[in-house]
T-cell receptor, first 113, second 115 residues
Framework: KAGVTQTPRYLIKTRGQQVTLSCSPI?????VSWYQQTPGQGLQFLFE???????NKGNFPGRFSGRQFSNSRSEMNVSTLELGDSALYLCASSRDRARETQYFGPGTRLLVL | AQSVTQPDIHITVSEGASLELRCNYSYGATPYLFWYVQSPGQGLQLLLKYFSGDTLVQGIKGFEAEFKRSQSSFNLRKPSVHWSDAAEYFCAVLPAGGSQGNLIFGKGTKLSVKP
């Protein structure tokens, strides 16, 4: 069974631009969560989607948004990029919510110049 | 507030030596507990998890972890470290029984292995 895939793997943007990252969960998994990883803040939860609905959101500004499609694939969008948005963005999928193990993709490395 | 503490930022061990990585959590009820490993430039790979039952859990790559409720700890161990174990290790908790579905991670422990 294929794992979680994320595209693109690497991305370079400039301040003020926007970016869209994509995540395809493991087949049969309905929950997708997004995390941001930076050297200073570590791994921080962005949001969780289940059945096309955002179920949980972390403490990030409204510039960070996401959505989930009927096939469970998810996208996250960051508008008006700032230098501090440079990070590794990780997507994780799980079969269901609560009590389920989350499996992570390889991440998208975003560099904002 | 819920939190996860990994007291050791960086640990160096010799190949073949034993390893213990510490993890303490702060949460009202026993959460679900996980250890993940991350190699440079990679995503997170699940090593093992604890939901309930036997407090000593076995994982992949020869790792095990022991849940101690009285100490709110979930330490990761390996009896003999291999050079390929050099990576960063993250302890994480998932609040049990609620609708909150996000993992809360520790800051990580970077493991270096000396030949």
């Amino acid at each position: 069974k294929a794992g979680v895939t994320q595209t693109p793997r690497y991305l370079i943007k400039t301040r003020g631009q926007q970016v869209t990252l994509s995540c395809s969960p493991i087949s049969g998994h309905r929950s997708v969560s997004w995390y941001q990883q930076t050297p200073g803040q570590g791994l921080q939860f962005l949001f969780e989607y289940f059945s096309e609905t955002q179920r949980n959101k972390g403490n990030f500004p409204g510039r960070f948004s996401g959505r989930q499609f009927s096939n469970s694939r998810s996208e996250m969008n960051v508008s008006t990029l700032e230098l501090g948005d440079s990070a590794l963005y990780l997507c994780a999928s799980s079969r269901d919510r609560a009590r389920e193990t989350q499996y992570f993709g390889p991440g998208t490395r975003l560099l904002v110049l | 507030a819920q939190s996860v503490t990994q007291p050791d930022i960086h640990i160096t061990v010799s190949e073949g030596a034993s390893l213990e990585l510490r993890c303490n959590y702060s949460y009202g009820a026993t959460p679900y507990l996980f250890w993940y490993v991350q190699s440079p430039g990679q995503g997170l790979q699940l090593l093992l998890k604890y939901f309930s039952g036997d407090t000593l859990v076995q994982g992949i790559k020869g790792f095990e972890a022991e849940f101690k409720r009285s100490q709110s700890s979930f330490n990761l161990r390996k009896p003999s470290v291999h050079w390929s174990d050099a990576a960063e290790y993250f302890c994480a908790v998932l609040p049990a029984g609620g609708s909150q579905g996000n993992l809360i991670f520790g800051k990580g422990t970077k493991l270096s292995v000396k030949p």
